[in-house]
C-alpha cells in the first residue's frame, strides 16, 4: 500500500558561482547562493541537483549537504514579516522549495527518509541538519540583521543526504518512508545549538542515532 504524499515539490532550483562586490566595510566574495527555477525532470545524484554549483565546499555540498529543503510557506512568511514583493523560490538558497510542510522543523526528524516520486523510480533523500545561517546569506538579501532574523525565526530549512538517486521535477509528490520519530527533530536540533536550550539538548543527546559529529558538538 502507497503511503499518502504529505507535501509536494513546488520548486528544483540550481545556481552557479558568482561574484558579490563589496559592500560599505565588507569584502567581495563567490557564492551560489542566487539560485533559480529549473524547468523538466532534474537528476538527483549523490552530490545533488545536476546544474548546481558550491562555491565554497568548506560549508556547503557534499554527499552530507548535497540538497538544501525549504518550505514555500516559509517563503510567503518573509515576504510579510518584510512587506515585500513575493519571493521567488530559490530566493534563500534552496534546491527544493517544498509545498505542504509549513511546520517542517517541527514535524520532521534528523535521519527521516523522504521519497520524491512515485514508485520504484522515486528518489529518496534523508535529513541531516538543519541550516547554519551566514553572512553570505545577509549580504545575498541587502538586509542588516538578515542572518540572525532568520535563524530567530526557527525558519531556516534543512539538508538532506540522497540516498537513492533519480530523476525529480516540480510537482512530484513527498512521503516519509522512514521515520525516526526516537531522533531529535530538526527544531530540538536548532534550540540546542543556537539557543543554549537545555531541554532540546537533552533530547539531542538522547537520540542514540545522532552523526557523531553532532554528538562532538554538544
Not at 62 to 87: I, M, N, S, T
Not at 114 to 136: E, N
Amino acid at each position: 500500500m502507497s503511503l499518502p504524499p504529505i507535501a509536494r515539490v513546488a520548486s528544483i532550483n540550481v545556481g552557479r558561482a558568482q561574484r558579490f562586490e563589496a559592500d560599505a566595510g565588507g569584502k567581495a566574495f563567490r557564492s551560489a547562493i542566487l539560485k533559480g527555477p529549473v524547468a523538466g525532470r532534474v537528476e538527483l545524484g549523490e552530490e545533488g541537483v545536476a546544474g548546481d554549483v558550491q562555491a565554497d565546499r568548506r560549508y556547503h555540498g557534499g554527499p552530507e549537504k548535497a540538497v538544501y529543503l525549504y518550505a514555500l510557506e516559509h517563503l510567503a512568511f518573509w515576504q510579510r514579516a518584510l512587506r515585500c514583493d513575493p519571493l521567488p523560490p530559490g530566493t534563500l538558497g534552496e534546491n527544493l522549495t517544498i509545498e505542504g510542510w509549513s511546520d517542517l522543523e517541527r514535524t520532521l526528524h534528523v535521519g527521516d527518509t523522504l521519497a520524491i516520486g512515485d514508485g520504484d523510480a522515486a528518489a529518496a533523500i534523508q535529513l541531516t541538519t538543519p541550516r547554519q545561517p551566514c553572512w553570505k546569506l545577509e549580504r545575498r538579501m541587502g538586509l542588516h540583521g538578515f542572518a540572525r532574523a532568520f535563524l530567530e525565526s526557527r525558519r531556516i530549512g534543512s539538508y538532506a543526504r540522497v540516498v537513492r538517486p533519480g530523476p525529480i521535477a516540480a510537482g512530484d509528490p513527498i512521503r516519509v518512508v522512514n521515520r525516526s520519530p526516537d531522533s531529535a527533530t530538526l527544531r530540538d536540533l536548532i534550540d540546542a545549538s543556537y539557543f543554549r536550550d537545555r531541554d532540546a539538548r537533552a533530547r539531542v543527546l538522547a537520540d542514540a542515532d545522532l552523526d557523531p559529529l553532532l554528538r562532538r558538538r554538544f
